[in-house]
């Protein structure tokens, strides 16, 4: 008889073969590209305003103090101290209309996951930028309460990175759970809501988790990056800002390429969940929606493909 382990194991197998089925044929690469695109546009003004945001809640002594202890729990790779203190300034100098220009920019990154997700889903979507930019309007409208368990537990993660050995592996832990947790929430929205259609609570939770902790891992491999002693403008005659701003969409073409895996997750997931719902188990070789792009489900060449 099959013990419980094994069929957890089976189970395990036959999702990892169909969320790989599910994305043969998508180029993950050029999409995770594309978004990565959208996000450099979106990143700095949505940033910004989250923190102008908190600044209106909190105070401005309050927030700049967060920031200086943010910038003090970072390495000094890339300038990202002092980028952070940029940062703070900056956004502590902006008016309501500057706030509400900025917002404008940073709703494209909900475009460029909309587009990235109706592709994987193989279906046609009309006015898909504008859906993407207004259903994250209240991912935007939210982050400075996602952002804000970041920046105050940035004192203790401070103290704990200014000592060696223990407490910087405890560092690595608290930053890691923390990131973890906002990630979560954050993905379980993106993937809900700016994504087409709705997948099922459960699967949503589930796969933003999984990919969540992958995302965490990378932001602690980033951090750790910056650490390091490299001299990045090597390779583009010497222009450090060229290599920088090279490395950092780097790291963000790998982050978004594990965003995009993890949607295709939830979509596994929620087909699995509605198999159980309608025949009570689930099949490991349930077929599964194909979500191959339209040009390669019907045999056409790349030409009929949606552009």
């Not at 939210?142 to 103290?159: E, S």
Request: glycine share 12%; aromatic share 8%; proline share 5%.
């Amino acid at each position: 008889m099959e013990g419980a382990p094994t069929r957890v194991a089976r189970r395990v197998a036959a999702l990892v073969r169909a969320v790989v089925d599910g994305l043969r044929g998508h180029d993950l690469a050029l999409m995770s590209a594309g978004v990565t695109y959208y996000a450099a546009i979106a990143i700095v003004p949505g940033v910004l305003v989250a923190i102008r945001l908190i600044d209106l809640l909190l105070g401005e002594a309050h927030t700049r103090e967060l920031g200086r202890s943010l910038a003090e729990a970072l390495p000094g790779g890339l300038g990202a101290p002092a980028v952070v203190d940029t940062a703070f300034r900056a956004a502590a100098t902006m008016s309501p209309l500057v706030v509400a220009g900025a917002a404008i920019p940073a709703t494209f990154y909900g475009e460029g996951l909309r587009r990235a997700f109706v592709r994987l889903t193989g279906q046609r979507e009309n006015l898909v930028g504008w859906r993407g930019r207004l259903s994250v309007l209240p991912l935007l409208a939210a982050a400075p309460v996602l952002l804000l368990p970041v920046l105050l537990v940035t004192p203790i993660l401070a103290r704990l990175f200014a000592d060696s050995g223990l407490s910087a592996a405890l560092g690595v832990v608290v930053a890691f759970t923390v990131d973890w947790l906002v990630l979560t929430a954050t993905l379980t929205f993106v993937y809900r809501v700016v994504g087409p259609g709705r997948p099922a609570w459960t699967a949503t939770l589930c796969a933003a988790g999984a990919t969540g902790s992958f995302v965490a891992g990378f932001l602690q491999g980033f951090v750790l990056f910056l650490s390091f002693t490299l001299d990045l403008g090597l390779p583009f005659g010497g222009f450090s800002p060229v290599g920088a701003a090279v490395a950092v969409g780097f790291w963000l073409f790998l982050l978004h390429l594990i965003v995009l895996v993890g949607y295709g997750l939830t979509l596994r997931l929620g087909e699995m969940r509605l198999g159980e719902n309608r025949s009570g188990s689930v099949h490991p070789e349930q077929k599964h929606h194909d979500l191959r792009p339209a040009s390669r489900k019907s045999g056409r060449g790349e030409e009929g493909a949606d552009t």
